[in-house]
């Protein structure tokens, strides 16, 4: 399969503390992968420095077959902040138009439409400022669609949605990889995780699992994915090496 997001040998530090420990991985293009791991492990640095606005030690990140952060990626890729960045002194229609006037070719319908994808279009002339932080995290993430980028780093998209919308989420997801979009969710609840076609699993700055759900459920020994990630854990701290 085509590789949309390759990533060699990456080295992060943020204030003093090294956060990424020379992580590799690459993303297969039109795919879900997950990027699932506790709080602290570094998923946010990673998309960070995927999308290119994180500075890096070392390493190499790629995307699309280039440089991560080169202006040529601006529009091809999107960007869901893991907190939401909307205006709050707008509609959740003129926040999406706005994004929308920002790219050559997506017209005020494909912003509606966005608005609709992430099932805020009852809200769609509610202000920002007065959305519940689930609704006002489903309005940031309309705005990152609504350019219809080749790829999407999606941070925690679905935290505090509840279940009948997060389930309505991963469908969009799906559709979206089916179409050929490849999309980068991180979550860090392990529940999410068999709605991927990859899992990166990541604890404290490393690589714990690269592979499919079921791969990662196999090598473990147990259909739980929670189970699983722990069981990789022990057997990385007994050997030093994944399983
Ligand atoms: N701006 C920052 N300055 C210094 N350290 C940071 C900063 N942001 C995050 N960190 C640290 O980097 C590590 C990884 O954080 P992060 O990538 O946000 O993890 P996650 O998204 O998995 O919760 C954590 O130990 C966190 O405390
Ligand atoms: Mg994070």
Not at 4 to 11: F, S, T
Not at 153 to 180: N, S, Y
Request: hydrophobic content about 40%; charged content about 20%.
């Amino acid at each position: 399969m085509e590789t949309a997001i390759e990533v060699r040998n990456l080295v992060v530090e943020r204030g003093k503390r090294r956060v990424l420990h020379g992580l590799t991985c690459s993303i297969p293009r039109g795919s879900v992968t997950g990027l699932l791991g506790p709080s602290g492990s570094g998923k946010t640095t990673l998309m960070r420095a995927i999308v290119g606005v994180q500075i890096v030690k070392s390493g190499v990140v790629t995307v699309l077959g280039e440089p991560a952060g080169t202006p040529r990626l601006r529009h091809k890729i999107g960007y869901l902040t893991q907190s939401p960045s909307v205006y709050a002194d707008l509609t959740v229609r003129e926040n999406a138009r706005y994004f929308a006037s920002l790219y050559k070719g997506i017209t005020p319908a494909d912003a509606d439409n966005a608005v609709e994808m992430v099932g805020l279009g009852d809200a769609a002339n509610q202000l920002v400022a007065t959305l519940s932080g689930g609704q006002r995290a489903r309005a940031s993430l309309a705005c990152t669609l609504v350019s219809r980028p080749e790829v999407l780093i999606l941070d925690e998209p679905t935290v505090g949605q509840d279940p009948v919308l997060r389930d309505e989420l991963w469908h969009q997801f799906r559709a979206m990889a089916a179409a050929g979009t490849t999309l980068l969710v991180s979550s860090h609840v392990m529940d999410e995780a068999s709605r991927c076609d990859r899992l990166l699993l990541i604890r404290e700055g490393a690589l714990i699992a690269d592979d499919t759900p079921d791969l990662v459920r196999a090598s473990a020994g147990t259909n739980d994915l929670d189970a699983a990630f722990l069981h990789l854990i022990r057997t990385m701290e007994k050997t030093g090496v994944a399983s």
